[in-house]
């Protein structure tokens, strides 16, 4: 695809393995048509919205986490473009343009927008709080089993584009999450490839 005049190339909206980075976003309509809420008891913060499929997978995932004898929660998981506008203008006007742009996606280009990402806490302990937890560990050992990727893992800020995010998670099915842990890239090297 030949990038459009703003220098991004635009991605199909409804394809959860498409590459949502710095160079490719999504339609500002693009919305997910199956979004359906998550259950209360793992919302934290007010409601969250995910994909069927997506959010199927999650709580299979967080039951494992429960047999391990860990709790986790949705601290964000579904955001709409204009909810994505909101959220980037807040990191900026709270902490400059330049940590911004390491720590939060401009609007299109977040993987929220897909509705099968979600930031993982513990404890009420989200975002940087969630950085070498227990819970960050088990999750980084185990997502991928459940369909999940953690999308900014540590030291790959030069090939993501964004700071280590322990608690972002995306799902891109078993299979493909397989073959991404099995790969050892990341994420986006994964899905730029396809």
């Known amino acids: 695809p030949t990038p459009g ?9 409804g394809d959860i393995l498409a590459p949502l980075d710095k160079q490719h976003r999504l339609p500002a ?41 860990f709790s986790l929660v949705v601290n964000s998981s579904y ?14 006007q709270l902490y400059g343009q330049e940590y911004a742009d390491r720590t939060s996606a401009r ?3 977040s993987e929220h927008q897909l ?10 302990l989200v975002l940087e709080n969630f950085v070498g937890t227990p819970e960050a560990a088990w999750l980084e050992a185990n997502s991928w089993k459940y ?10 800020e030069h090939i993501t584009g964004y700071a ?24 986006r090297e994964f899905l730029l490839q396809r």
Do not use: M, N
Not at 41 to 63: N, P, T, V
Not at 147 to 156: A, E, L, M, R, T
């Open 29 to 69: 309509d693009c919305e997910p048509p199956d979004l359906v809420q998550l259950p209360a008891e793992i919302s934290f913060g007010g409601a969250q919205y995910l994909r069927r499929e997506a959010l199927d997978a999650l709580l299979e995932l967080f039951e494992a986490a429960r047999r391990d004898s």
């Open 147 to 156: 369909g999940f990727i953690v999308s900014y893992p540590d030291g790959k």
């Open 5 to 13: 005049a703003d220098g991004t190339i635009v991605v199909a909206c």
């Open 107 to 109: 609007p299109g280009h």
């Open 164 to 187: 280590y995010e322990p608690w972002h998670i995306r799902y891109v099915g078993k299979d493909v999450a397989a073959q991404v842990h099995r790969s050892g890239l990341t994420l």
């Open 79 to 92: 955001r709409s473009y204009d909810v994505q506008v909101q959220t980037y203008a807040t990191w900026v």
């Open 115 to 124: 509705g099968t990402t979600v930031d993982v806490g513990a404890r009420g």
